[in-house]
């Protein structure tokens, strides 16, 4: 009789957990979230309670055939605007119009240094690290990768950049301001440990993209969390 290996274990489906939700933006076709720093966004073997995924499904829980379908991720550590489809239709259509360059993405970050030029565009190329496939890295191999950054004020050798995504590599930002010299204060991994502030400062501050059945415009903005306004404060943004 041939030997049988260890079984196969499968994930089990997410379950829906009554998950506190900070809801920007409701219809019948799209959910906007700010998420807080620290949520995970969708269950894995480490996380797979206690997620945004996880308190969607509860969110829409009296809605027949309404699966969230999140479409725009974030770090566990980055909070603001996550985006989620409730059907594959509108998922298919922001997929397509995000593709085709009309969806905007803005994030908010604090930086050690001043950037100069004061405003432009970062275009460094990214992969995984061959070393650590969990880090990213600066490779002329990487794939092409731009970053539009403006600094929207700064003091005492600190700054707050604004930055548009043109491509949505992982862990785009970080790199891109660590590699430019300028390091977001809080993260460990790629940029500056603060005193305080117990992850990296930097939040997904809006979105703008059509609406995927009706096509108007819409601009989502996430109101900047708590534990990264105090660093804001000081500079009258």
Same mark, same amino acid.
């Given at each position: 009789?041939?030997?049988?290996?260890?079984?196969?274990?499968?994930?089990?489906?997410?379950?829906?957990?009554?998950?506190?939700?900070?809801?920007?933006?409701?219809?019948?076709?799209?959910?906007?979230?700010?998420?807080?720093?620290?949520?995970?966004?969708?269950?894995?073997?480490?996380?797979?309670?206690?997620?945004?995924?996880?308190?969607?499904?509860?969110?829409?829980?009296?809605?027949?055939?309404?699966?969230?379908?999140? !479409?725009? +991720?974030?770090?566990? #550590?980055?909070?603001?605007? *996550?985006? /989620?489809?409730?059907? $594959?239709?509108?998922? =298919?259509?922001?997929?397509?119009?995000?593709?085709?360059?009309?969806?905007?993405?803005?994030?908010?970050? !604090?930086? +050690?240094?001043?950037? #100069?030029?004061?405003?432009? *565009?970062? /275009?460094?190329?990214? $992969?995984?690290?061959? =070393?650590?496939?969990?880090?990213?890295?600066?490779?002329?191999?990487?794939?092409?990768?731009?970053?539009?950054?403006?600094?929207?004020?700064?003091?005492?050798?600190?700054? *707050?950049?604004?930055?548009?995504?043109?491509?949505?590599?992982?862990?785009?930002?970080?790199?891109?301001?660590?590699?430019?010299?300028?390091?977001?204060?809080?993260?460990?991994?790629?940029?500056?440990?603060?005193?305080?502030?117990?992850?990296?400062?930097?939040?997904?501050?809006?979105?703008?993209?059509?609406?995927?059945?009706?096509?108007?415009?819409?601009?989502?903005?996430?109101?900047?969390?708590?534990?990264?306004?105090?660093?804001?404060?000081?500079?009258?943004?």
């Amino acid at each position: 009789m041939p030997e049988t290996g260890p079984a196969i274990q499968r994930r089990p489906r997410p379950e829906a957990e009554p998950l506190e939700l900070s809801v920007v933006y409701e219809d019948e076709t799209l959910i906007a979230v700010n998420k807080s720093p620290g949520v995970v966004v969708h269950p894995t073997y480490r996380n797979w309670t206690g997620t945004l995924l996880n308190g969607l499904l509860w969110h829409v829980r009296h809605r027949p055939g309404v699966l969230p379908r999140i !479409v725009t +991720r974030l770090d566990k #550590d980055t909070s603001g605007v *996550v985006l /989620v489809a409730l059907t $594959a239709e509108a998922q =298919a259509r922001i997929q397509k119009d995000n593709g085709a360059g009309r969806v905007t993405k803005e994030y908010l970050a !604090v930086v +050690r240094g001043v950037p #100069d030029p004061a405003a432009g *565009v970062i /275009v460094l190329p990214l $992969a995984r690290d061959l =070393a650590d496939r969990r880090l990213v890295v600066v490779t002329p191999s990487g794939q092409a990768s731009q970053t539009i950054y403006e600094v929207m004020a700064e003091e005492g050798g600190r700054s *707050v950049v604004r930055c548009e995504l043109i491509t949505g590599r992982t862990h785009q930002i970080r790199v891109h301001l660590a590699s430019s010299g300028w390091p977001i204060l809080g993260d460990a991994v790629y940029g500056v440990p603060h005193d305080g502030l117990m992850r990296q400062a930097l939040h997904a501050w809006g979105i703008t993209l059509p609406h995927p059945v009706t096509g108007r415009m819409l601009e989502i903005e996430a109101p900047v969390a708590p534990d990264l306004q105090r660093f804001i404060d000081w500079s009258g943004f």
